[in-house]
Structures are given as structure tokens and as C-alpha cells.
Nanobody, 120 residues
Framework: VQLQASGGGLVQAGGCLRL?????????????MAWYRQAPGKERELVAS???????KYDVSMLGRAFISMDNDKKIVYLQMNTLTPDDTAVYYC???????????????WGPGTQVTVSS
């Protein structure tokens, strides 16, 4: 199982970015996907998560500014982030809770991360 993220980059304060993360490989079920971020000197924190049936959760700092969605057919999770501030600067990681075969427990997989830099 591999997760490949894209969409990071440099943006001015007040701007927006859309991150994408695609799961590929041999698996039978994706339970949920999520985005985390880690700023320099800080711990990794949840930004937003979405389950396969569409239930979402957001960090309080992103409420009203971020929107997460998952394409169940393509196994891609999207994170639309608006009104970005320098405090949003971090490496953003996607993860996915995936069952590789029937009869096995699911495992959590992480993508390599994508840098988001917001300039003031």
C-alpha cells in the first residue's frame, strides 16, 4: 500500500491550497483517511479526517477554513484549505486506515508528506 500526496507549495496569507492524497496497491477496504500536519518544533496534529461514509472531523483551528472529502472509487482524499495564515505552515501528511485482505485487521499507512508554506 502506498499513499502519494500532492498539492503543497508556497502561498500568500489569505490564499488557498488543495491537497490530494491517493492510495494505491493491493487492498480491499479503506475505512478512513486523514490529513495531519507538523510544524517545526511542534508535534504532529490532526487537521481533518473523513470516513468512507463521509463523516468528517476537523481541528478547531481549521473549522470553516478547511474541507475534507474522499473519492471512494478512486481512493483519493482531498483537503481544501482557504484563508491560509503563516500559522498553517507545516509539512502535511496524509494517512489511511486500510484493510489489505478480508479476514485481516486494518493498518494505518502514512504518506511521505508535502510542504505547505504560507508567507505573510
Amino acid at each position: 500500500v502506498q499513499l502519494q500526496a500532492s498539492g503543497g507549495g508556497l502561498v500568500q496569507a489569505g490564499g488557498c491550497l488543495r491537497l490530494s492524497c491517493a492510495a494505491s496497491g493491493n487492498f480491499v477496504q479503506v475505512f478512513n483517511m486523514a490529513w495531519y500536519r507538523q510544524a517545526p518544533g511542534k508535534e504532529r496534529e490532526l487537521v481533518a479526517s473523513v470516513t468512507a461514509n463521509g463523516a468528517t472531523k476537523y481541528d478547531v483551528s481549521m473549522l470553516g477554513r478547511a474541507f475534507i472529502s474522499m473519492d471512494n472509487d478512486k481512493k483519493i482524499v482531498y483537503l481544501q484549505m482557504n484563508t491560509l495564515t503563516p500559522d498553517d505552515t507545516a509539512v502535511y501528511y496524509c494517512n489511511a486506515d486500510i484493510r489489505r485482505s478480508w479476514g485481516r485487521d486494518s493498518n494505518l499507512y502514512w504518506g511521505p508528506g508535502t510542504q505547505v508554506t504560507v508567507s505573510s
